[in-house]
């Protein structure tokens, strides 16, 4: 694509990373007027592109650079180089993500003030509430399409999704619906309609599903005011002798180190990606790395309480049929401490693909009770669990100094541990999941571990008091007013829901306030 900005035009706002915060925010500003040049390390895959292979979609979108873990989750152990399952594609993880689009509750904008001190978690209240974000929450859900939102109609049920409401009714369940999804559900809409493909995780060839890589990028460059340099990797983000950032270094496609210099910087590189760029941008003023006077750079992560339960029945189910994951059981996200737990859950139908079935259900196991339960695949139901994990401070992302990337860039280190109150509420829902299964006659149930989920939340969050966090409640970085955090590193915890229309609301948001401070003067 032709360049339309030089490397050395510094009244470019510079935005790293095209997914759902960064491609969001860079078609928001082109909107605005605001020229764009946004950086992506992975390739342009549009819908044509998509693979209905999930071992083959996983090598075309996954970010498999190296990285490394440790900490007593079950993820340290099974999947040591892939702490999370993202994508590297412009889009981000909005190329495959499920589409499940819902809005914080309440109480969960301010945890600490709802839940009180919970012993070893780093809990904080956000410095926004949800009366302030209403009004976003509402601009995300019509840009995205959001089923049952609006005049958008849900989407029609699958087999897995009949079960799984059969089983919540015996329960008396009563919130549970096929979702709120970012997928067209009718005729009506400028994206074509869902057509059940069931490939929801390998890209929608369809387009029905939005996606950042094929909407809003697209859009932003339809105004003449975005650039989008694919395979464009960041190594760091420059300053000048005030603090200010002064421009972004990156590695082009042929492997040349270039410098975009830059009126604003906003890093929307996820929750690894993000706090390695601020940590590997440390210098003489700033040595422990970019916005991290409070030393929370890193600190905080949290990747959502999470883990399956299938079941096997009499008949057969085929749940790969249809929207992977359209079906929601909402009644356990309350806050109800009387269950043995802070926070909630929710409970969601998930179909998975033989292959990844097989590497999910029991990582690396084998034998009679692992070929069994793969012999009654056909027969099988199956749910995903997600709750609200707790904000801890070893939780964190550190650079490696050990192991570098393909550019000799030190990788990030994800340590996580399990916090008390997430091992109590996966053993409520395990329970809960199962008894759902059996309500309708399920003839095994078993709940699996957690594996690679893609909500990479918190290490750089947003706090009211600059002590306590990274960024201030329009996503500014406390330490330098022209450096911005637009991507679920922001959040101050992580609420029950899947992150997605949060990071979307908070994009356009941030990107309104960008807007008007560039126009006063004032950045």
């Known amino acids: 694509m032709t360049a339309l900005y030089d490397l050395t035009d510094d009244s470019v706002v510079v935005v790293i990373g095209t997914g ?304 992977t994951m359209a079906g929601i059981i909402q009644d356990e996200s309350r806050h109800d401490p009387s269950r043995g737990f802070v926070g909630g859950y929710e409970l969601e139908t998930l179909g998975l693909g033989l292959p990844f079935m097989a590497a999910f259900l029991d990582p690396g196991g084998w034998g009679r009770e692992f070929t069994t339960a793969l012999d009654s695949y056909e027969n099988m139901a199956g749910m995903w669990i997600v709750g609200e994990d707790m904000p801890q401070e070893t939780n964190r992302v550190t650079l490696n100094m050990d192991v570098k990337d393909q550019f000799g860039i030190p990788v990030v280190n994800v340590h996580f541990d399990d916090h008390p109150n997430d091992i109590a509420m996966r053993n409520h829902a395990y329970q809960q999941g199962m008894a759902v299964y059996d309500a309708v006659g399920a003839t095994r149930t078993f709940p699996t571990p957690p594996y690679p989920s893609t909500h990479n939340l918190g290490t750089n969050r947003m706090s009211d008091d600059p002590r306590d966090g990274v960024v201030n409640k329009w996503g500014q970085t406390h330490d330098i007013a022209n450096l911005f955090i637009s991507d679920g590193s922001q959040f101050t915890t992580g609420a029950a829901e899947n992150p997605t229309l949060t990071i979307v609301a908070l994009a356009i948001r941030q990107a309104d306030h960008i807007a008007t401070e560039i126009a006063a003067g004032s950045l």
């Not at 090598?59 to 490394?68: F, K, Y």
């Open 20 to 323: 759902a915060g960064g491609g969001v925010l860079a078609n928001e500003l082109a909107q605005k007027g605001v020229s764009v040049v946004a950086l992506e390390a992975g390739d342009r895959h549009l819908p044509e592109d998509f693979i209905n292979d999930e071992w083959d979609s996983f090598t075309q979108l996954a970010w498999l650079d190296p990285r490394t873990t440790s900490g007593d989750w079950r993820v340290a152990k099974d999947f040591s180089g892939l702490p999370a399952w993202i994508v590297k594609s412009v889009g981000g993880t909005t190329q495959h993500w499920a589409g499940a689009s819902l809005r914080f509750q309440e109480h969960e904008w301010k945890a600490k003030t709802n839940y009180g001190d919970v012993q070893g978690a780093n809990l904080l209240d956000w410095p926004i509430d949800s009366a302030e974000m209403d009004p976003w929450y509402t601009k995300a859900e019509d840009k995205l399409g959001v089923t049952r939102t609006g005049d958008r109609p849900g989407l029609p049920g699958n087999n897995n999704y009949k079960v799984f409401e059969k089983g919540a009714k015996a329960l008396g369940y009563e919130e549970v619906h096929t979702g709120r999804m970012a997928i067209n559900s009718d005729e009506n809409r400028a994206r074509s309609m869902c057509q059940q493909t069931g490939f929801c995780f390998q890209g929608c060839k369809w387009g029905a599903k939005w996606s950042a890589g094929y909407v809003d990028i697209p859009e932003g460059e339809a105004t003449g005011n975005l650039e989008v340099r694919s395979k464009a990797h960041v190594a760091r983000i420059l300053h000048d002798d005030s603090g200010k950032v002064t421009g972004v270094e990156y590695y082009d496609a042929d492997g040349n180190l270039q410098m975009q210099k830059a009126r604003i910087v906003c890093v929307a590189g996820n929750s690894f990606e993000s706090p390695r760029m601020l940590l590997n941008s440390a210098s003489e003023m700033f040595p422990d790395g970019l916005a991290n006077s409070s030393g929370q750079v890193g600190r905080n992560y949290m990747r959502h309480m999470t883990g399956s339960v299938y079941a096997v029945f009499d008949q057969p189910v085929k749940m790969w049929r249809g929207t």
